[in-house]
């Protein structure tokens, strides 16, 4: 099955025309199981949330500030820890880079 695209967001959309410069898309705090077609084409939560948030970054323009928060955004959140967690290790190699990772405490990256 392939994956479906987005219906893409231009950068003149009506949050750019109000001024919008900067951009955040956070996952923190949400239930990782996927739908049975999400898990058919993603196959994980972490490369579900890769695709999307690339697509949108790239639909915006690629703005230069867009702002990330993983689900596991810290270490009690990393299943099953911070250096096993095969979900930060997706993020940590398929988000496109320019984008800064935070928690909703701290920054990250």
Do not use: W
């Amino acid at each position: 099955m392939m994956r479906p695209s987005l219906q893409r967001v231009p950068a003149s959309s009506a949050a750019a025309r109000l001024g919008c410069r900067a951009y955040a898309l956070l996952f923190d705090d949400i239930d990782t199981r996927l739908c049975p077609a999400d898990q058919e084409i993603f196959g994980s939560p972490g490369r579900a949330q890769v695709a999307l948030t690339n697509e949108i970054y790239q639909a915006l323009g690629c703005p230069e500030t867009f702002l990330f928060c993983p689900t596991e955004y810290c270490a009690s959140r990393a299943v099953p820890n911070v250096a096993k967690s095969t979900y930060l290790a997706t993020l940590g190699t398929d988000l496109t880079q320019g984008r800064s990772i935070l928690s909703p405490h701290r920054l990250l990256i």
